[in-house]
């Protein structure tokens, strides 16, 4: 999306403009009732403010096709300095543990993708294939790691409570915390009816690459535990949804680069990604 700051004398807005290739209406639609959903509970996300005709969204006619503009609350604070401390994490975690109880609630006639294995594993395969061609052996490591993944967690139910909606991007840099540590939660736009374990695998894969201690992955695990006690097989499962988040995300900056003519995929930038999905295969996967 395109995304400004609006001041005003008194206050500060954010305007977000979606682009036109990348969300349909009602995929739209889901995020911000979603938003408005967790605000009228009192939840602390950035929600959408309603025009006069009520609505969440305003359309417009852009030369390129339809897109869709929303005004937002401005989250108050700013993205913690030197990344989370241990309290921020736990809280952070607590927080996100409350949006599931909540969305158990949440009905919408919008629809928007769901965070299966097939959309997160399968699809993304498709997206990352091309770049693998003149490296065959690496294509097949990456096809085997995804089969080893979808038999690991082929019995996963999508009942409640271990299913559910999801935030989809759950990091340090979505969340603005004040001095006095109050936190506020945006940027939705991943967020889908998933597995509560993968929100978790999801913080815990940005926290590993980008080099956040473990004692702040732990922090933000027990947090969310406070609230929500996870179950044995979805503590298990963990590291395998670690590694479907990564192949996720993989494939979603692959797209996004060739929707903006990036250059950056090259063998070096294959390699990093290889790479960093071999050492979430391996045992000491959450060592540092």
């Known amino acids: ?23 349909s209406k ?13 605000q009228q509970r009192q939840l602390p996300v950035a ?31 700013e993205v ?3 990344d989370l401390n241990l309290t921020q994490s736990r809280s952070l975690g607590k927080t996100l543990a409350k949006l599931h109880q909540a969305s158990q609630e949440f009905h919408s006639q919008a629809k928007r993708q769901s965070l299966t294995l097939e959309y997160l594993l399968d699809d993304s395969l498709t997206k990352i294939v091309p770049f693998l061609k003149h ?59 998933g597995w509560r374990i993968f929100d978790i695998a999801k913080f815990v894969h940005i926290s590993l690459r980008t080099g956040i201690s473990k004692k702040i992955r732990e922090a933000f695990v027990s947090g969310y535990q406070d609230i929500c006690k996870l179950s044995d097989r979805e503590i298990s499962s963990l590291q395998a949804f670690t590694q479907t988040a990564h192949i996720w995300v993989w494939a979603i900056n692959i797209n996004y680069a060739c929707l903006h003519n ?16 071999k050492r979430l295969r391996s045992k000491d996967w959450q060592l540092f």
Do not use: M
Not at 26 to 38: K, R, T
Not at 262 to 277: F, G
């Open 135 to 193: 490296r065959k052996e690496d294509y097949k490591y990456l096809q085997k790691a995804i089969e080893q993944i979808k038999f690991q967690l082929q019995d996963f139910t999508q009942e409640e409570p271990f299913w559910g909606v999801c935030w989809g991007d759950p990091h340090s840099g979505n969340v603005h915390f004040t001095k006095d540590d109050r936190l506020t939660l945006f940027d939705f736009d991943q967020c889908g009816y």
């Open 262 to 277: 990036y250059s950056r995929l090259d063998d070096l930038y294959i390699c990093r990604w290889l790479e960093q999905l």
């Open 47 to 77: 929600y959408p403010l309603r025009t006069i005709e009520d609505q969440l969204s305003v359309e417009i006619n852009a030369p390129e096709g339809k897109r869709y503009a929303a005004l937002f609350e401005y989250a108050p604070g």
């Open 26 to 38: 009602s995929e739209i639609d889901f995020e911000l009732e979603l938003l408005d959903f967790y």
């Open 1 to 23: 999306s395109d995304v400004y700051l609006l001041e005003t004398p008194t206050k500060q807005y954010i305007l977000r403009v979606s682009h036109h290739h990348w969300r």
């Open 80 to 82: 913690p300095i030197g």
